[in-house]
């Protein structure tokens, strides 16, 4: 393995990090926004049959705290 080679290999290694991060950054907003909408739901209406809670504000105001970060 030659230094060359070796640089473009780390380059590479980085370059493909930024990517894989890039993707979970953009995964994890998306599941905070579908954690949202879900919260929102459950703030509106009243719990069911099957023990479901209702949303808390604090809650909600938590994962628009995770969003913005």
């Keep these: 393995v030659t230094a060359g ?12 990090d930024k990517a894989v ?7 994890t907003i998306e599941r905070n926004q579908l ?3 879900i919260a929102k739901s459950k703030l509106s209406r009243n719990p069911d049959d099957k023990g479901e809670k209702r949303t808390k504000p604090e809650e909600l105001v938590r ?3 995770l969003l913005i970060q």
């Design 63 to 65: 994962l628009y705290d």
């Design 5 to 16: 080679n070796a640089e473009n290999v780390k380059d590479d290694l980085n370059g493909l």
């Design 35 to 37: 954690l949202v909408t």
């Design 21 to 27: 991060s890039a993707v979970l950054v953009q995964r």
